[in-house]
């Protein structure tokens, strides 16, 4: 008996979406990199999904299939990152397929990722990030913008999704949509509460359940717009490349350097693991070698 990938794939991204709220971004980017491990099972260069998917039998991937194509991926220069991204993949749609009793069982369960290095989240010190707040003349939106992303620490995609009801003045909450597709409140402080209602006198719809920034047409914010704006004023002003996670970092990491407990940033990023809140320990702990070598008498060989 077989079991074709056309088929069980087609369960996997209807239950990302379904039960676990993925975003299409997401589940667009599981079916590619499923794809492409599909492709590398069959040995072909130019996978069609339509025909292709119908040969994989998925009673046939065996854990030695599966570390060729980790293997395949490093040897044409993919960063491990990239291709533990990929493996992710691949072990959520077998573990999936096994809680289907689909298999009896699950090829990629004991497979383990590659080591990585930890990335080091870039962001702005406290005086660029005066100057990107301060330092040109903004629209009541875009300041008001710029002001969330930092005060609050929120993606992007949370950040477009508001409406106007989740801003609450009196107790200085956001009511977001989280990653996961979770409602999540978080805080905000004063300056990007002045920010949220200078631009509310703007406002053409106040109804609360109206988007809360929206374009010259009155449509929706997108990322992009996001993006573009953060880039034209990082270059602008002569910071450098600036993007919405740069103040996303910036807030965690300020957060750190002023004090706040790395449980307390772990939930306000919203990240499940507290792993991924702790490679910012890992910048401010660099700081905090390059202040000790440069002032400790004992930290210098001055011989």
Excluded: W
Aim: contains cysteine.
């Amino acid at each position: 008996m077989a079991l074709n990938a056309h088929e069980s794939l087609g369960y996997f991204l209807q239950h990302l979406v379904g039960s676990k709220g993925s975003s299409k971004h997401t589940v667009a980017a599981y079916r590619r990199d499923l794809h492409q491990f599909f492709a590398s099972i069959l040995g072909e260069e130019e996978f069609d999904p339509e025909t292709h998917l119908e040969e994989v039998d998925i009673l046939d991937i065996t854990p030695l299939k599966i570390k060729g194509f980790i293997s395949e991926m490093s040897g044409k220069g993919l960063d491990p990152r990239s291709i533990n991204r990929k493996l992710s993949a691949v072990k959520g749609f077998f573990k999936f397929c096994r809680a289907q009793e689909m298999i009896e069982e699950d090829p990629a369960a004991g497979i383990k990722g590659l080591k990585q290095a930890i990335r080091q989240p870039r962001f702005l010190p406290p005086d660029e990030m005066n100057l990107l707040l301060d330092g040109a003349e903004l629209s009541f939106r875009d300041q008001a913008i710029l002001e969330v992303l930092y005060s609050t620490g929120i993606r992007v995609s949370s950040l477009v999704g508001l409406n106007v009801g989740d801003y609450d003045r009196h107790h200085q909450l956001l009511k977001i949509t989280a990653k996961g597709a979770k409602e999540q409140l978080v805080p905000i402080g004063d300056p990007a509460c002045e920010a949220i209602e200078n631009h509310l006198t703007e406002h053409t719809d106040p109804k609360q359940d109206a988007p809360l920034f929206v374009n010259r047409s009155g449509d929706r914010l997108t990322t992009r717009s996001v993006q573009r704006l953060c880039r034209k004023m990082g270059l602008q002003l002569g910071i450098g490349k600036v993007t919405p996670h740069t103040l996303r970092h910036s807030f965690a990491t300020h957060l750190l350097e002023g004090g706040a407990d790395l449980r307390s940033i772990q939930e306000m990023l919203g990240h499940e693991s507290l792993k991924t809140t702790q490679k910012y320990t890992h910048v401010t702990f660099r700081r905090l070698q390059e202040a000790y070598n440069a002032s400790h008498p004992l930290a210098r060989d001055d011989s």
